[in-house]
Nanobody, 125 residues
Framework: QVQLVESGGGLVQAGGSLRLSCIAS????????MGWFRQAPGKERESVAT????????YYADSVKGRFTISRDNAKNTVYLQMNSLNPEDTAVYYC??????????????????WGQGTQVTVSS
């Protein structure tokens, strides 16, 4: 089993920045693709950014390309999401997830089988 705990969410003004962190415990974190996903009120959960186990491959949603950066530090069992130029449309609960079902990077939500509890990000206009 893998346990995931997110932190770093909060309230920020439009144009501001936040960095989310996700610490993993349990099994071999460094071999798992990881990702960040978000769900806004009344909307389905969507993929935001994902990263391969080595960090060499990353995928981003079109809506966040150029503004968000995903990274990981396997020595610290941590994956990060740096979010810049935030706008109110980024308001959502952000979830960290991992998968032991895939070897390579994957952007599909259904491929992820370990999830954190989520952290709220609110961007005011």
């Amino acid at each position: 089993q893998v346990q995931l705990v997110e932190s770093g969410g909060g309230l920020v003004q439009a144009g501001g920045s936040l960095r989310l962190s996700c610490i993993a415990s349990g099994r071999t974190f460094s071999t798992y693709p990881m990702g960040w996903f978000r769900q806004a009120p009344g909307k389905e959960r969507e993929s935001v950014a994902t990263i391969s186990w080595s960090g060499s491959s990353t995928y981003y949603a079109d809506s966040v390309k150029g503004r968000f950066t995903i990274s990981r530090d396997n020595a610290k069992n941590t994956v990060y999401l740096q979010m810049n130029s935030l706008n109110p449309e980024d308001t959502a609960v952000y979830y960290c997830a991992a998968t032991d079902r895939m070897y390579g990077n994957t952007f599909r939500i259904r491929d992820y089988n370990y999830w954190g509890q989520g952290t709220q990000v609110t961007v005011s206009s």
